[in-house]
């Protein structure tokens, strides 16, 4: 027999479930501006299932809005001014990985638009009694494999990958042995080994990276993916858990410059653009890396813009966000924010985001960082 201490966690969880449910179809009701017959038939289609112990249905249009809002309320992301543009695709009928691979390729071909980037949800079956059905290990659909420091000191890839290189090797997978090889898919289906999947290299829209008047830039061999797929982030709804719901917007040009390719952690190209730059002599700059990252920055917004590619840089970004502010004001909303996420990794103080007090709400729906997949799986 179940014990009474089991019998009180499952009560409480149904409950805290109903709860976030109800919550939810609420703010549908008003936002979406539901009369009460539908709301209440809503509510009553939710509780009869929680109650039940299996995970409620939203209807597409409940699932829209709920994407849509969990954009709105994600504390760390400063392009939530374009939330209610956010396109939806309900996938939840797939439930095998290979079906769910074949269907991420679609997904990639939509957001990417020839480069007019769209900002898109694919939301795959929601967890239910007995946990996730499929999730994608992957920490984006797009990334650059890392394999370690090499004879010469050099470190080969991206570092951040590292460990996820290192499962797909042990998985049968082999790369080309280049600063950036794409990397493979790993998707798991509930009780079944994950599978491996070719990297999407026919649909991943690349752009090489040249500096509008430093011509030595574009033999650095720099480069970057278009469109920036988040896809091992939990969709939390209505109190359910979609663990796989990849989506994207595009890239803020400081990502890229400051950040994948700036970082020392990561691909530390800034002393290697001093250097050209003429900046590491006896006569060291105090502010070499104030420089170069600037021209590194330059090069990324140059290039995307030239391969006509969607970007935003980090001020036009800012003062987006601000009239997002604006417009929450308006309806009466509060903003979520986390401070440490929202000032640009470059010129902070010269935005007005920094100069802002922000508090993260923990509001939902919202899309929510996850366990590893490799790390709860069985």
Not at 233 to 243: A, E, K, Q, T, V
Not at 313 to 318: G, K, L, M, T, V
Not at 357 to 373: I, N, T, V
Request: charged letters at 25%.
């Amino acid at each position: 027999m179940p014990s009474s201490q089991s019998c009180t966690d499952d009560q409480k969880s149904i409950a805290d479930t109903l709860a976030e449910a109800m919550d939810f179809l609420a703010l549908c009701h008003e936002e979406l501006g539901w009369d009460e017959q539908k709301h209440l038939a809503r509510q009553a289609a939710a509780r009869d299932s929680i109650e039940k112990g299996h995970p409620w249905e939203p209807s597409f249009e409940e699932l829209e809005h709920g994407a849509r809002v969990a954009w709105r309320n994600n504390a760390r992301c400063i392009g939530r001014l374009f939330w209610s543009s956010l396109e939806v695709r309900d996938k939840r009928d797939i439930v095998e990985p290979d079906a769910m691979a074949e269907d991420l390729l679609q997904h990639i071909r939509i957001a990417t638009n020839g480069g007019k980037i769209k900002p898109l949800v694919s939301i795959y079956a929601p967890e239910d009694e007995q946990g996730p059905l499929l999730r994608i290990w992957n920490h984006q659909l797009f990334g650059y494999a890392g394999y370690g420091t090499q004879a010469d000191g050099r470190y080969l890839g991206d570092p951040k990958n590292e460990t996820f290189t290192q499962l797909a090797e042990k998985m049968g997978w082999q790369g080309k042995g280049t600063d950036f090889d794409l990397l493979p898919w790993i998707i798991q289906k509930r009780g079944e080994p994950a599978q491996l999947y070719d990297p999407p290299e026919d649909v991943c829209l690349q752009v090489a990276l040249r500096h509008p008047s430093l011509e030595w830039f574009a033999d650095l061999g720099l480069q970057w993916y278009a469109v920036p797929i988040l896809s091992d982030m939990n969709l939390r709804l209505g109190g359910l858990n979609f663990r796989a719901a990849p989506f994207n917007g595009w890239y803020m040009g400081t990502e890229i410059g400051s950040r994948d390719l700036g970082d020392e952690g990561r691909y530390n190209q800034l002393p290697i653009i001093s250097d050209k730059m003429g900046l590491l002599g006896a006569q060291s700059e105090t502010l070499w890396k104030d420089r170069a990252l600037v021209e590194l920055n330059e090069a990324v917004l140059h290039s995307y813009s030239e391969d006509g590619v969607r970007i935003v840089d980090h001020h036009r970004a800012s003062s987006e966000f601000m009239r997002f502010v604006q417009k929450e004001q308006a309806e009466k909303r509060l903003v979520s924010g986390n401070w440490s996420w929202l000032v640009p990794p470059m010129s902070g103080s010269a935005t007005e985001v920094f100069h802002k007090g922000w508090k993260d709400r923990k509001w939902l729906p919202d899309y929510q960082a996850q366990p590893k997949a490799w790390e709860s799986s069985s």
